[in-house]
């Protein structure tokens, strides 16, 4: 079965940094478009970046861009997300993501930016 789990999330001050992983299993991983999704308090969950299977397309969500970069390893089944110049704004839970027909989800995982 699908499963994605998520880590490296954690308490961070503005302007610092963090790498969020994201472990994949049970499909093609290498055939596959992965997503970052993130949900803040009381607002809905949104894209924050997209790769497709290969690594040649990567899309961001405006706020995040040049700030923020998705990234894959298809021999490790893990992608990543690197976000610098981290702001109060992107305090979230984060969330892997894989459409196969249906969407799955990892479990999440929480980042605070906060002084």
């Known amino acids: 079965q699908v499963q994605l789990v998520e880590s490296g999330g954690g308490l961070v001050q503005p302007g610092g940094s963090l790498r969020l992983s994201c472990a994949a299993s049970?499909?093609?991983?290498?055939?596959?478009?992965m997503r970052w999704y993130r949900q803040a308090p009381g607002k809905e969950r949104e894209l924050v970046a997209t790769i497709t299977s290969a690594g040649g397309t990567r899309i961001y969500l405006d706020s995040v861009k040049g700030r923020f970069t998705i990234s894959r390893d298809n021999h490790k089944n893990m992608m990543y997300l690197q976000m610098n110049g981290l702001k109060p704004e992107d305090t979230a839970v984060y969330y892997c993501n894989v459409n196969r027909g249906v969407g799955y989800w990892g479990q999440g995982t929480q980042v605070t930016v906060s002084s």
């Open positions: 049970g499909f093609t991983f290498s055939s596959a478009t």
